[in-house]
């Protein structure tokens, strides 16, 4: 068990809607890290936020947006979702905004139909 | 462009076996290589992470090895268990920069067959 927390762990919607991923980082940790991972590609990164703020952003879509709330945990929003956004969306964290060690959690797998 | 590439793609070894994984980077300047181990459907879990500094990171039975001159690494894995299928994935990142501060590799599946 990494210490990061991710729910739902499966989450099957239509095509259009709007879903909300939520992640807890492991106790400490001050970054969270959002990723995308489509069948048989490699992990995408999205964006980073470190202590509520906005770090990095790797290739997220206008549709898709996110947030660290005070007590740390994330949010990953989706909207208009379309079938290509079904993938398994992974949340990692870490100590600092460029520590060597991340933790992953266990995924969401989300299908879009 | 940064990009991380890995070979083989896929891999099939018999039980007890040992094998090498590749991964050329061309991320530059880079602070540090890791090597993921991810199972199916579940989250990378980080084998081993070398600074620019290091060749050589040892976890086990697993080795890292790193040529930041030819911007290559490998990991070698020895005695095999069937506990060891999984995808094998190399992360490099660069020093903060705005964008993708970790350029992931698309990994290497490894399948162990007694």
């Known amino acids: 068990d990494s210490g990061v927390t991710q729910t739902p762990k499966h989450l099957i919607t239509a095509t259009g809607q709007r879903v909300t991923l939520r992640c807890s980082p492991r106790?400490?940790?001050?970054?969270v890290y959002w990723y995308q991972q489509s069948l048989d590609q490699g992990l995408q990164f999205l964006i980073q936020y470190y202590n509520g703020e906005e770090r990095a952003k790797g290739n997220i879509l206008e549709r898709f947006s996110a947030q660290q709330f005070p007590d740390l945990h994330s949010e990953l929003n989706l909207s208009s979702l379309e079938l290509g956004d079904s993938a398994l969306y992974f949340c990692?964290?870490?100590?600092?905004?460029?520590?060597?060690?991340?933790?992953f959690g266990q995924g969401t797998r989300l299908t879009v139909v | 462009k940064n990009q991380v590439e890995q070979s083989p793609q896929s891999l099939i070894i018999l039980e007890g076996k040992n094998c090498t994984l590749q991964?050329?980077?061309?991320?530059?300047?880079?602070?540090?290589l890791r090597w993921y181990k991810q199972d199916t459907g579940r989250g990378p879990v980080s084998l081993t992470i070398m600074t620019f500094s290091e060749n050589t990171k040892s976890n086990g039975r697993y080795t890292a090895t790193l040529d930041a001159d030819t911007k290559q690494s490998s990991l070698h894995i020895t005695a095999s268990q069937l506990s060891d299928s999984a995808s094998y994935i190399c992360v490099v990142r660069a020093p903060y920069s705005g964008n993708t501060p970790l350029v992931f590799g698309k990994g290497t599946r490894l399948s162990v067959i007694a």
């Open positions: 106790s400490g940790d001050l970054s």
């Open positions: 990692a964290s870490s100590v600092g905004s460029g520590s060597l060690e991340a933790f």
């Open positions: 991964c050329n980077y061309t991320v530059s300047p880079f602070s540090n």
